[in-house]
């Protein structure tokens, strides 16, 4: 089985400052995808960013992008340049990678709050 | 194109009923996907359907029941309810036909509450 973790409850930022969430994960798999889900105060969670476990460079999509430290087991997001629309619970996610789409589904840490002030 | 959508927005039910949430896919999308998200908690991993198929299952127990229909819409069922269901169910497609289409596509959940 696998375990997300991540151990920072609540974090708070000024605005146009620089954030990075922490994650770590726990799994004897070899291939798998990692993620980053954003759920605002409306409750849809929103695909950040996606990470195959197979490529070493690191994704990035505009302002945001991950250190993934596969050997560490570790895969952090950092927000640039933050705005007060990216206030929301911030989700890291494990997926096995296997046909059908990963049939264990999504392994979700616990999240972290994140607020922008301005 | 629209994205997931699901059925109803809210539902308040009372302990021992029975409850149907729906949802449907993106359009393209054969997979669905249900988890479970507690207050002040990630989702929980429910059930996968995939072509109508289960094809994954999570920790839950059997008054939980999942379909999917041919047009690869799905339903969930949850027996006997318990105050502990109170929670916000959340569905998800993705259309698994290569590496680049596992992301799963969240819809807006639907909320259970259990009085």
């Known amino acids: 089985a696998q375990t997300v973790t991540q151990s920072q409850p609540e974090m708070s930022v000024q605005e146009a400052e620089t954030v990075t969430l922490s994650c770590t994960y726990d799994?004897?798999?070899?291939?798998?995808?990692l993620f980053w889900y954003k759920q605002p105060p409306s409750r849809q969670m929103i695909l950040v960013i996606r990470?195959?476990?197979?490529?070493?460079q690191n994704a990035t999509e505009n302002r945001f992008s991950v250190n993934f430290q596969k050997a560490a087991k570790s895969f952090s997001l950092k927000i640039s340049d933050s705005q007060l629309g990216d206030t929301a619970m911030y989700f890291c996610a494990f997926m096995k990678q296997g046909s059908g789409g990963g049939a264990d589904g999504l392994t979700f840490g616990k999240g972290t709050h994140l607020i922008i002030q301005p | 194109d629209a994205g997931v959508t699901q059925s109803p927005t809210h539902l308040i039910k009372t302990r021992g009923q029975q409850v149907t949430l729906r949802c449907s896919p993106i359009s393209g999308h054969k997979s669905v996907s249900w988890y479970q998200q507690v207050l002040g908690q990630g989702p929980q991993f429910i059930f996968q359907y995939y072509e109508k198929e289960e094809r994954g299952r999570g920790n839950f127990p059997d008054r939980f029941s999942a379909r999917q229909f041919p047009n690869y819409s799905s339903e969930l069922n949850v027996n006997a309810l318990l105050l502990g269901d109170s929670a916000l169910y959340l569905c998800?497609?993705?259309?698994?036909?290569?590496?680049?289409?596992?992301?799963?596509?969240f819809g807006p959940g639907t909320r259970l509450t259990v009085l």
């Open positions: 799994t004897s798999e070899s291939n798998y995808y």
């Open positions: 998800a497609s993705s259309f698994p036909s290569s590496r680049a289409s596992d992301t799963q596509y």
């Open positions: 990470q195959e476990a197979y490529k070493q």
